[in-house]
């Protein structure tokens, strides 16, 4: 990477989309240092990392070890990320109906592509299907996670919730759901109903588009 037009100049006269990953990280840090000039850290970190997803989804302690970072550039970095993850959450509860499912499946991806371990989540809403809370419920291993359709009811019925959206990621990257995707997913189903709460879709999340269990006529 060699920047010949300084990143800042060149977001002034041909706009922000304008910028490779390489000069849109060289903007966010500002400046290297004696030791560490900025090019050669956005080159160090863009390999040490595999590009701006694995960097801005690694460990925050995993960032500070790196040379030339140090604390301060590291929480920008960490920041960065969660500034994303607010900004597609605030699009759901703005108080509209949940009538995109582009942005909830862009939301759903941020927040549980690059878990490590599988992790369930809901999405709880209300009568007009407005976004009342996330919640992440359950926790596994790479191989998976123990859901309990009880404590799913539970939660539902807490939030006052009159339907529910849930996730899960396959930390394998294979978004096709799994046998035992399709069995919880019926066990959801048949205990929310007996709630009167509707579950409206499983989306199943790993490399690529989130899969839609209801769009494959799986729920």
């Known amino acids: 990477m060699h920047l010949s037009l300084?990143?800042?100049e060149k977001l002034?006269?041909?706009?922000?989309?304008?910028?490779?990953?390489?000069?849109?990280?060289?903007?966010?840090?500002?400046?290297?240092?004696?030791?560490?000039?900025l090019e050669r850290l956005v080159q160090g970190l863009m390999a040490r990392f595999?590009?701006?997803?694995g960097l801005l989804a690694a460990d925050h302690r995993a960032l500070q070890s790196q040379p030339g970072l140090g604390p301060a550039k590291s929480a920008q970095l960490s920041a960065v990320l969660e500034l994303s993850r607010r900004y597609l959450h605030q699009g759901l509860v703005r108080g509209d109906p949940l009538?995109?499912?582009?942005a909830t499946e862009l939301y759903l991806k941020s927040m549980l592509r690059d878990a490590p371990h599988e992790v369930?989540?809901?999405l709880f809403l209300d009568t007009r299907h407005r976004v009342?809370?996330?919640?992440?419920?359950?926790?596994?291993?790479i191989d998976g996670a123990t859901v309990y359709p009880r404590?799913?009811?539970e939660k539902a019925l807490k939030h006052g919730a009159a339907?529910?959206?849930?996730?899960?990621n396959h930390p394998s990257g294979v978004s096709e759901p799994s046998l035992a995707d399709q069995v919880i997913t019926r066990r959801l189903k048949e205990a929310l109903a007996l709630l009167d709460i509707r579950l409206l879709d499983h989306f199943v999340i790993g490399e690529g588009n989130p899969v839609s269990m209801a769009a494959k006529g799986m729920l």
């Open 12 to 37: 002034a006269s041909l706009g922000v989309g304008a910028l490779s990953d390489h000069e849109l990280l060289a903007l966010l840090l500002c400046s290297g240092s004696a030791a560490m000039p």
């Open 6 to 8: 300084a990143p800042r």
């Open 50 to 53: 595999g590009g701006l997803r």
């Open 163 to 168: 339907a529910l959206i849930v996730a899960h």
């Open 120 to 122: 369930f989540v809901c």
């Open 132 to 141: 009342i809370a996330y919640e992440e419920l359950f926790h596994g291993t």
């Open 99 to 102: 009538e995109n499912p582009e």
């Open 151 to 153: 404590v799913v009811a």
